[in-house]
């Protein structure tokens, strides 16, 4: 049983929820956030869970970075991608924001600690991977968004793991928590979206990769990319009406 119907969790919705989490973090720590949002705050001091580094096999062609220990309040990140986190700046908050993600909108946690009946669990669907230092079995995603390539392997290796409506949910969570619509609007005074340096220096500040930033700014319509392009525009009107043109 999931706290939300992830199939039919607007982006509205998502904006809202996350949007309440980081007014959370402000009130506690009694000042604005802004980039890059302080996720580990967040996971702390909003969700009072703990972040954890563990080794967590991998079945052939398997790629997981991270997981959940749901009984144990653990966010857990795969130890053996480290050089990856540091090769794809932003994947390691990305992969933590995903798991955060599944924890507030996927997770039933009355459920947490309490006997099931026949039926029912804590996550409708998940993999589960065994963890080298904690010895448990830990709930697993696998790669989260880096690049459009490795994001498209993303999709592969996830098949069967997350469902498509819990995938997308947490996918638009986790972009929503790392990078909130009215920051975004705010960075647009000092940013050229049209222009792959600016988005660059945005992704670098705001910790993000710069798939993820891209694919968060045409989701809320403030860019529009051409498929097969890599030519940005600030709307789809914009781009057709260069169209028209020729």
């Known amino acids: 049983m999931n706290r939300y119907s992830l199939k039919f969790l607007s982006n509205q919705t998502i904006e809202n929820i996350t949007e309440q989490r980081i007014r959370e973090l402000e009130k506690i720590q009694g000042k604005r956030i802004t980039f890059p949002i302080p996720l580990e705050s967040i996971v702390e001091q909003v969700f009072d869970l703990v972040l954890d580094y563990d080794e967590i096999e991998e079945f052939n062609g398997e790629q997981i970075l991270g997981g959940l220990l749901p009984e144990e309040r653990k966010v857990m990140i795969n130890e053996k991608h480290m050089k990856l986190f540091e090769e794809k700046p932003g994947l390691e908050r990305s992969t933590i924001a995903h798991e955060v993600g599944h924890w507030d909108v996927d997770i039933d946690r009355s459920l947490l600690g309490n006997p099931c009946f026949p039926g029912f669990q ?92 891209t694919n968060r700014l045409k989701r809320l319509e403030l860019i529009y990319i051409p498929e097969g392009s890599k030519d940005i525009f600030k709307s789809k009107h914009e781009f057709g009406g260069q169209q028209e043109l020729f």
């Not at 880096?146 to 498509?164: R, T």
């Open 122 to 213: 804590i996550k409708a669907s998940t993999a589960y991977r065994h963890s080298k230092k904690s010895n448990r079995l830990i709930e697993v995603i696998k790669l989260a968004a880096v690049d459009d390539k490795v994001y498209q392997e993303f999709n592969k290796l996830i098949a069967g793991q997350d469902s498509p409506e819990v995938r997308n949910a947490v996918d638009r969570y986790q972009a929503a928590l790392l990078m909130p619509k009215w920051l975004l609007l705010e960075a647009k005074k000092d940013y050229d979206f049209t222009k792959w340096a600016d988005l660059y220096a945005l992704a670098e500040k705001a910790q993000v990769t710069i798939s993820n930033l």
